[in-house]
C-alpha cells in the first residue's frame, strides 16, 4: 500500500502544481482569444483558480511533503524532487509576503513557477516517468499475497541441485532471476530480466539483494534503503525461485 499513496500523492502534486502554473497562461490566453463564449470560460477558470490559489499551494506542498516521504529517496537527499519541494516554500514565502518584497514579488514568482516546472520535469525523468494505475494495482496484488512475505519463517539448505527461474513484482512487472543450487545450498543468484525504472534505483537492490541472500543463504534478508521496491522484487524472485527448488 506505500508505493499505492507514494503515487496518489504524487499525482496530487503534479496535478496542483500544474493548476497553479497555468494562471499566467491563462492570462494571456484570455486577451489574445477574441471569441466571447471562450474568453468567458477561461475567465471563470481563472478567477477560480485565483480565488483558490493559496489553497492549492498548501496542497501542493502537503502532497509534495508525504509523497517525499513515501519515497524510495530520503527527502532530506539532493533530487529533483526535494529541489521542488524547496522552490514550493520559496514561491508560498514569496505569495504571503508580497507586501513586503514589493513591486518585484511578481517577477519572483513567476521565475520560481518556470524554474518549478522545469524541476519536476526533470525529476519525472529522474524517476523513470509517470507510474500509471496497472503498477499501483500489481503492487497492491503483491503486498497482499502471502507467497511474497518475507518475514516468514525462511527454508534453508537441501535444496535439490539445479537452476530455477523466479519473478517477482519490484517497481515493475516481471522481474526475473536464476537461482543456482550447487550441494544443496544457494551458489548463485543472477539478474536475467526486468522492468524496473532508474538504474540509481534499482542498481543498489540488484547488487546487494542476491550476495546477501546468498550470504545468509535465505530470502528473508532486509531490503536496501533508497531502492525498496526493486529490493523486493528480488527477494519475490528469489523465494519464487526457491520454492521451486524444495527441500
Known amino acids: 500500500m506505500t508505493l499505492f499513496f507514494n503515487i496518489l500523492f504524487a499525482w496530487i502534486a503534479v496535478i496542483s502544481g500544474i493548476l497553479l502554473s497555468i494562471i499566467w497562461i491563462l492570462k494571456i490566453l484570455q486577451k489574445k482569444i477574441k471569441i466571447d463564449c ?24 502537503l502532497s509534495s ?33 508580497k507586501k513586503n518584497i514589493g513591486k518585484t514579488w511578481m517577477q519572483r514568482h513567476r521565475e520560481l513557477t518556470a524554474l518549478l516546472i522545469i524541476v519536476t520535469t526533470l525529476h519525472i525523468f529522474e524517476v523513470g516517468g509517470f507510474v500509471g494505475l496497472d503498477k499501483v494495482v500489481n503492487s497492491i496484488k503483491s503486498d497482499l499475497n502471502p507467497k511474497i512475505s ?49 538504474e540509481r534505483f534499482y542498481g543498489p537492490a540488484f547488487d546487494s539483494i542476491p550476495k546477501e541472500i546468498i550470504d545468509k543463504q535465505t530470502y528473508n534478508v532486509d531490503v536496501v534503503s ?8 528480488v527477494i519475490e524472485a528469489a523465494r519464487d525461485a526457491l520454492s521451486k527448488a524444495g527441500k
Open 38 to 61: 471562450n474568453n468567458e470560460l477561461l475567465i471563470k477558470i481563472n478567477k477560480f483558480l485565483r480565488k483558490n490559489h493559496i489553497n492549492l499551494g498548501y496542497l501542493f506542498l
Open 65 to 97: 511533503f508525504i509523497h517525499g516521504v513515501l519515497s524510495s529517496y530520503s527527502i532530506i537527499s539532493f533530487n529533483y524532487g526535494t529541489v521542488g519541494l524547496i522552490i514550493g516554500l520559496l514561491l508560498w514565502y514569496t505569495f504571503i509576503n
Open 226 to 233: 533508497g531502492s525498496t521496491y526493486s529490493s523486493k522484487g
Open 150 to 198: 518475507t518475514n516468514e519463517s525462511n527454508i534453508r539448505g537441501d535444496y535439490k541441485d539445479g537452476v530455477y527461474e523466479g519473478t517477482g513484482y519490484g517497481y515493475g512487472p516481471d522481474l526475473k532471476v536464476l537461482v543456482t543450487i550447487k550441494d544443496g545450498v544457494i551458489n548463485e543468484i543472477s539478474i536475467v530480466s526486468h522492468n524496473e525504472s532508474g
